[in-house]
């Protein structure tokens, strides 16, 4: 006979367990984000070598944890729990996200887990030394060592889960994606973007455009990036702006560490790289309280991740309705300018400026436009990294072509504005850079289903008025956590699979039709 007090928690104890367990490493995983941004804002120069080792163990103890012995057993036990109906649909789901880490971090043995992570420190913190003299033949040796640890890793990863090198790397960032999805979407953008960017740069061509001068203080800067901040819904009692060498949202929900860098001569670009990191921090933030810490509380992926930031920067902050709003408290930071540029610092000319094609070497200050062909080049250039169809030495040349062929720019020579001018490659992150285009892809869906919704989502936006589409995202983004696969969570969102649709038709309205 039952006991009248064996209570829910008796009969789930393997589940309870496992939560308990990842709790620990939740833990681990909280120390290693706030030395992260540590390392890559404030941490002395000469620190380097101690911070490699110090996240290289680290990292190993978080192996060691994730795939402990007894992990076999509880994710067993637990099925068992869950196919008798003791689960809820959460719990459910954190076991599958549990029982998919677990197998994952089974396939790399930790002493490739700490050399990767040793190697991937030591390449970024020479990284931010070399770029600075343009100094690639110094710089080689410390990505030949990633790239290789890197397929190591991707194939064990490959072999275990029966897929291949690059789709496992790929996955660990966005579960489900692969590059033959890639490939698709990709290649029709690659079919759409170059007559568009023509037609583009034909049609501003005629554009009155009133450029801004300077200087403009960074620190009247910050208080403009905090002041937008708050506007648009960014919580600073959990939070904080800084600045950094590569702009870049990190920490965790409850303690968001967003930064960007500053050019005196331009607010502009600091600006809209502060609303982007917002927007993946706005994400952080709105994520569920009950599950902070489980991997099913966690960012559905990186491609939903990107879909935030550039759903608040792109569709919204680069909108002639955000910037009806914001014109005025740009012109009264920087009043002493606004006064003697009236008409630049219009919310017209905003627009303008914010809304220009213009085919550039860098990838973070690229407009929209040009944007996905920054992201095509570095997709294109990791793959055949990863499969050993191009080596490290070759990344210039390779880079060198591609740009010409995709924007019509020479880069000869210049490797700080080449291939050296992204963090990703140094610290590891092969298989990210995709998911910024199918961010772009999915931040358009889900625009074109709030505006369905929100019929007046222009007039709020110019406003100022933002908690309606924050609620919205909230309920279909964000309070989701990691709940969903990818996939499901944009159906429900939006009504419709992953497509370049509306992202192209945004395009076309904003820079050809003039219907924003």
């Known amino acids: 006979m039952t006991p009248p007090d064996w209570n829910l928690a008796d009969r789930t104890l393997a589940y309870q367990k496992l939560e308990d367990h990842q709790r620990k490493v939740g833990d681990i995983d909280h120390?290693?984000?706030?030395?992260?941004?540590?390392?890559?804002?404030?941490?002395p120069a000469?620190?380097?070598?101690?911070?490699a080792d110090a996240l290289s163990t680290l990292r190993g103890l978080r192996h060691q944890l994730a795939t402990a012995p007894e992990l076999e057993s509880l994710l067993g036990e637990a099925q068992v729990e869950a196919g008798k109906g003791l689960l809820d649909d959460w719990q459910r789901a954190n076991l599958n996200e549990l029982s998919q880490q677990y197998r994952r971090a089974l396939c790399v043995p930790r002493d490739l887990v700490e050399a990767s992570s040793r190697a991937e420190a030591h390449s970024e913190q020479a990284w931010r030394a070399l770029r600075a003299k343009n100094d690639w033949a110094s710089f080689l040796p410390y990505l030949q060592e990633v790239?290789?640890?890197?397929?190591?890793?991707?194939?064990?990863?490959?072999?275990?889960?029966?897929?291949?090198?690059?789709?496992?790397l790929v996955d660990g960032f966005e579960a489900g994606i692969t590059q033959e999805q890639i490939d698709g979407l990709f290649n029709d953008l690659r079919g759409f973007l170059p007559q568009f960017l023509q037609a583009c740069l034909s049609k501003q061509a005629k554009d009155k455009v009133v450029e801004l001068h300077g200087p403009f203080p960074i620190a009247l800067q910050k208080q403009l990036g905090e002041r937008l901040m708050a506007a648009i819904g960014f919580d600073f009692t959990i939070g904080r702006l800084d600045v950094s060498h590569h702009p870049f949202c990190g920490g965790l929900p409850r303690d968001v560490r967003v930064t960007t860098r500053y050019k005196e001569g331009d607010f502009t670009s600091s600006l809209m790289g502060v609303l982007h990191e917002t927007g993946h921090a706005k994400y952080e933030q709105g994520l569920p309280d009950r599950w902070l810490g489980q991997p099913v509380g966690a960012a559905r992926g990186m491609a939903t991740h990107e879909s935030q930031s550039l759903f608040t920067e792109m569709l919204i902050a680069r909108s002639p309705a955000f910037l009806k709003f914001a014109a005025p408290l740009i012109a009264q930071t920087f009043s002493d300018e606004a006064a003697s540029q009236a008409e630049g610092f219009s919310a017209h000319n905003l627009y303008t400026l914010g809304?220009?094609?213009?085919?550039?070497?860098?990838?973070?200050?690229?407009d929209e436009v040009t944007y996905p062909s920054h992201i095509i080049l570095r997709y294109e250039i990791e793959r055949d990294l990863i499969a050993g169809k191009l080596q490290?030495?070759?990344?210039?040349?390779?880079?060198?072509?591609?740009?010409?062929?995709?924007?019509?720019?020479?880069?000869?020579?210049?490797?700080?504005?080449?291939?050296?001018?992204?963090?990703?490659?140094?610290?590891?992150?092969?298989?990210y850079f995709p998911l910024y285009t199918l961010g772009a892809l999915i931040a358009a869906q889900l625009q074109h289903a709030l505006a369905r919704e929100l019929p007046d989502l222009n007039r709020q936006i110019a406003s100022g008025h933002f908690k309606e589409i924050d609620d919205w995202l909230r309920a279909k983004i964000w309070s989701q956590g990691s709940l969903l696969p990818s996939h499901e969570l944009l159906m429900r969102a939006t009504g419709e699979p992953l497509s370049t649709r509306d992202f192209k038709a945004h395009l076309q309205a904003r820079y050809l039709d003039d219907r924003e």
Not at 46 to 51: I, T
Not at 147 to 168: C, E
């Open 31 to 43: 120390a290693c984000a706030i030395l992260d941004w540590d390392q890559a804002v404030i941490m």
């Open 355 to 366: 809304t220009r094609v213009r085919p550039g070497f860098i990838r973070v200050d690229a």
């Open 147 to 168: 790239v290789s640890l890197k397929r190591q890793t991707a194939q064990a990863l490959a072999d275990a889960l029966h897929t291949t090198p690059y789709d496992a």
């Open 46 to 51: 000469k620190a380097g070598a101690s911070r």
């Open 392 to 431: 490290v030495a070759e990344i210039p040349d390779a880079w060198g072509a591609l740009l010409q062929e995709l924007l019509g720019l020479s880069v000869a020579g210049n490797y700080r504005d080449g291939c050296m001018q992204d963090v990703h490659w140094p610290a590891g992150l092969f298989g």
